[in-house]
């Protein structure tokens, strides 16, 4: 018996090109499916994007809600629901926001402009300066905003002390504009500013700061002790009947630092802080007119 060869036929044109055209098509399938893979994937980081930022104006709006809210509690005739302008925290729900408030009238805080030397000096010394050190400060302070080039007794700081330690700018002689400005103050350390600003304001005008609105710091520079009258604040909700002293003092002058902090229920926070004068003074058509204003969401 002869061997023969197993040989096979080739396949024809028309069942390769087919074959071609099956795995080109499964490739497209392919890279199809992958775009809109990648397509859905973009669509939901867009989403979760928009999300979010959907969730931080919420909370950012619910922020500024408390500081709407705070002015029209603050001027309420019934003093046994009207909001106290002295620094106590008070707590609000807002359309789902937890929503804490807290009002000091300007008045209660020192003022730059008018405050003393050894009243300055003191307030340094409870923030923990020491006398020398509050001193100079507070000589400095006074040698900035006056018009003239003539030191404090104390010390104080003018044009040629600034120079020679490398501040060509020298004293401003001229009234603070803000209190972020007391920074550039001779002597002013970093440490000292993050505790005395929320202590201190340019829109009182007043001398001596009034006890019924001073924070803590503030009472102790004024020799007054202030647990009592910090006791006294955490009583938010008097008792039917029982007015505490500070509900018969009114709504304050009508300027107020507040601070508004608002969180929602995933979690998500926002601060403003501003300054704000109420009634006289306002534009035209506003309920206030924001003197200082700083707002942003806290991450989590």
């Known amino acids: 018996m002869s061997a023969r060869a197993d040989v096979r036929a080739p396949a024809p044109v028309g069942a390769r090109q087919r074959g071609v055209a099956l795995l080109l098509v499964m490739w497209i399938i392919a890279l199809l499916a ?4 990648a397509f859905a994937f973009s669509a939901r980081i867009e989403q979760l994007q928009a999300r979010s930022l959907d ?5 950012g709006q619910a922020a500024r809600a408390g500081l709407e809210y705070a002015l029209t509690r603050v001027f309420e005739n019934d003093p046994r629901v009207r909001w106290k302008p002295d620094g106590r925290p008070y707590a609000w729900a807002f359309d789902g926001a937890q929503v804490e408030v807290s ?9 730059l402009n008018t405050a003393d030397v050894p009243f300055l000096s003191k307030l340094f010394v409870v923030l923990g300066t020491d006398r020398e050190q509050a001193g100079r400060i507070a000589a400095a302070i006074a040698d900035w905003r006056d018009v003239d080039n003539l030191s404090q007794p104390q010390g104080g700081a003018e044009d040629p002390d600034y120079a020679s330690a490398g501040r060509p700018y020298g004293a401003k002689d001229a009234p603070f504009d803000t209190v972020a400005e007391v920074e550039q103050v001779l002597g002013m350390t970093p440490e000292l500013f993050a505790k005395a600003a929320p202590l201190l304001t340019v829109y009182s005008g007043q001398m001596r700061p009034d006890p019924n609105y001073a924070p803590a710091e503030v009472l102790q520079a004024l020799g007054v002790d202030p647990a ?10 008097p008792k039917p009947g029982d007015l505490d002293d500070s509900a018969l003092l009114g709504g ?12 929602l229920r995933d979690g998500r926070q926002a601060v403003l802080r501003a300054v704000v004068r109420a009634g006289v003074g ?19």
Not at 55 to 59: G, L
Not at 103 to 109: A, F, H, L, N
């Open 34 to 37: 992958s775009l809109v893979a």
């Open 55 to 59: 969730q931080e104006v919420v909370v």
């Open 103 to 111: 009002i000091i009238d300007e008045s209660g805080k020192v003022d």
């Open 228 to 237: 009592p009258i910090l006791a006294k604040r955490k009583q938010t909700q």
């Open 252 to 263: 304050g002058t009508g300027t107020y630092s507040i601070v508004s902090r608002a969180r």
């Open 282 to 300: 306002t534009v035209p058509g506003s309920a206030y007119l924001a003197l200082r204003w700083e707002e942003g969401a806290i991450p989590r």
